[in-house]
């Protein structure tokens, strides 16, 4: 059985509140090496002794840094390598832009897309197509009502 969608105002709501709280992320770029080592290295710690904090050996410590440093480490021993470096792992998605304009650019291009297929069911030769202001009207429905195909390619 499908879950029931919350309404769209509460889901503008909802984008509304996040695209506040994520304004506030100031996110800092992965150093080259890792924060695992980068962290262990200005604690002093050496891999064995990260790696007796962690039960496992010293040359899996290394694997871990090098997993971190080429992106194919897991959450799981993110989780684990913090704990053993007394960090906190926090875990973020940052949008490159708001929620707010990630919906209205793809609500503009749904709605592009909707009065291209009008335009060519209907069979509209005469027009030059759909007006500016129709689809923008029909973009702002989309973006209010945030239909279950908005993300539909």
Do not use: F
């Not at 997993?67 to 792992?89: K, V």
Request: aromatic share 2%.
């Amino acid at each position: 059985m499908r879950s029931k969608t919350p309404p769209a105002r509460t889901v503008r709501q909802t984008t509304e509140r996040l695209d506040r709280k994520l304004a506030d992320i100031n996110v800092m770029k992965v150093p080259k090496k890792g924060w695992i080592r980068v962290i262990r290295e200005a604690l002093s710690m050496s891999q064995t002794q990260m790696a007796s904090r962690m039960k496992i050996s010293q040359q899996a410590v290394h694997k871990i840094e090098q997993a971190e440093a080429d992106g194919s480490i897991t959450l799981a021993r993110l989780h684990r390598a913090a704990d053993a470096l007394g960090c906190e792992l926090t875990y973020n998605l940052v949008p490159k832009q708001p929620l707010q304009t990630m919906v209205a650019d793809q609500s503009l291009k749904r709605a592009k897309q909707k009065m291209r297929h009008v335009n060519r069911s209907q069979a509209l030769e005469a027009s030059a197509g759909a007006s500016t202001s129709m689809i923008n009207d029909l973009a702002n429905e989309l973006a209010m009502t945030r239909p279950m195909d908005l993300w539909d390619e």
